[in-house]
């Protein structure tokens, strides 16, 4: 159930917005409007007036309502009207008018405008249009001409909803903290679907308004939608932080900043690898980092994911367009992000973006879906366990999309690899490093259908140069596999990722044996080996 406080001004507001309550609608869409309850429970009803003419009865009620203001005169409030539009979810069961009228004596209670017992309270009426909502309007000066008192109103009834929505057993929706989207208004959707769009241009705005953000290297221009103008002919701007808390100038200047070329220049290399490294280790961030650097990985996701349906084959465009749109309620919290901490993702992600490098076969998609899976999960525990509902089940319908996505790439490449599995005695070889290496996932993985693909992958690193043993403990090294839904696919993903880097030549092999052997040898703090043996090597 959905609540939205409006503030009326002007010396006209009541007779204005009972105007609007009981006409046709901005799109014909009040049906039947009538009142449900009222602050006396005998107000005049213009909807259920019918030997009066309704313009005079719509006259009657709205000096009812207005009355106490009037009697303040110059000393009125600047915002004289309250009115709060109430919505039922479609999936909700009809409520009858006696329900509306309980939920709205429950609502302006908690606000503050008319409390259980207060006979001097604000006066108000609740107008149904349709099945699923009510308007509740209010006048803002109690009828002992003192103010109300309502501090917080918005959220004090978000909290009663979500109250009704448990007794009235109906959709229940996660509380938030103030850091969501705006919504488009009633209005804005009633422009969509005259115009024949399936979303409202704020929604689309908010879109392609983070997908800029996520791609820029530094500050540009932000322009309204084009197309999009209002009924003169001109077009419709939106402040950024209408649109939402991250977009305002401030904020979207800060997190371009953090994109600037570093002191050191990043490493060249894959982008798809290093986009991959990166995300990968965002789950250890989520679980040992502190929570401005955690935050600061989140915006860093969001921020890829907005990005990444514009590279994707288009098979997977809408499930990735659909997880972006989803998490985006994930990537905002209270916490102040650390936004310099997310760099390589971010510019790893930009470079695949904007130079579309060469992803053979779709395994570096494949790859970077895998740990993103991962970093989603992550990202709903880190959310529940601090109580931000909202963003938990952002997360988790991201996650749904993103199964959806990697589902339709991962199988052609496992299928692909698979193909080319190496023969049974080099497969019986990988699978005895296996076992040493990680026995208690060995089996599972050697019963895995994606162990056909990974024994193509280590064969290939082999044939590249590398050890199939070092590369196995590498790609164990990199995070545990505990948390893995098919360890056989995520080692997949790494070793491929391993055995593509250049692999090292016989003389870097020994040095690497002799530093493991002294650190064996040595279980004091380590030391570090000198410079002068590795000059003479």
Known sequence: MIPKIILGKGPHAVRRTIGYLFGKGRANEHIDPHLVASWNDFAPDPGRSPHRDPKKVENQLAAQLDQPVQMLGDKAPRHTVWHCPVRAAPEDPILTDAQWADIAHRIVGAAGIAPEGDEEACRWVAVRHADDHIHIAATLVRQDGRRPRRDHDQRAVQRECRRIEVDYGLRQLKPGDGTAAKRPTSKEHFKAKRLGQVTASRDVLRQRVRRAVAAAADEAEFFALPGDTNDKGEPVFYSGSTLAPDLSLPRIRKRLASTIPEPVRIRPGNPWHQATAAVDRIPRHLTNGDDRTAQGQLVALGAALDLLPATAPAVLKAELEQAAAAFERATRSRIAADLDSARVLRRSVQVIWRDRPQDRDGAGFAMLLDVTLTAVAFAMHWHRTRRHAQQEAAAEQALLHLRGAYALVAEPVLTGLARR??????????????????????????????????????????AAGHNAATVIDQALGERALDDARSPARALTWRVRRLGERHAPGPRAEAAKARTGTQRLARPSPPVQPSPQPARRR
Not at 428 to 441: K, M
């Open 421 to 462: 599995s190496p023969g049974l005695q080099t497969k019986r070889r990988f699978a005895h490093h296996l076992r040493e290496a990680i026995p208690e996932h060995a089996e599972r993985i050697l019963d895995d259908p994606a162990w056909e693909a990974l024994a193509t992958v280590l064969a290939e690193a082999e």
